[in-house]
């Protein structure tokens, strides 16, 4: 099994900036790709960006150019620097990690992002 615990969420204007830290803890050896998820309110959750083992990442068009993705290998962390926010952001961020086995995905709580126009 997988912990993972979020962290970072909180209401800011348009135009600032939050940055969103993910720590893991359990069989960490067993993480393949990390990455954040976001679900605003009566939608779908949704793919926001990921980062894999190796360091490749993938942003969602909504995101590139504004957010990024990094991990911390020694702490088990991974990060989301989210900049330029605007009001559609306005969701709870997931943090995810896929296993090994692609079949197996664990999840944060979420933590709650709110951006003010």
């Known amino acids: 099994q997988v912990q993972l615990a979020e962290s970072g969420g909180g209401l800011v204007q348009a135009g600032g900036s939050l940055r969103l830290s993910c720590s893991a803890s359990g069989r960490t050896f067993d993480i393949n790709r990390m990455g954040w998820y976001r679900q605003a309110p009566g939608k779908q959750r949704v793919l926001v960006a990921t980062?894999?083992?190796?360091?490749?990442?993938y942003y969602a068009d909504s995101v590139k150019g504004r957010f990024t993705i990094s991990r911390d290998n020694a702490k088990n962390t991974v990060y989301l620097q989210m900049n330029s926010l605007k009001p559609e952001d306005t969701a709870v961020y997931y943090c995810?990690?896929?296993?090994?086995?692609?079949?197996?995905?664990?999840w944060g709580q979420g933590t709650q992002v709110t951006v003010s126009s």
């Open positions: 980062i894999r083992d190796g360091g490749s990442t």
């Open positions: 995810n990690a896929l296993s090994r086995d692609p079949s197996i995905n664990y």
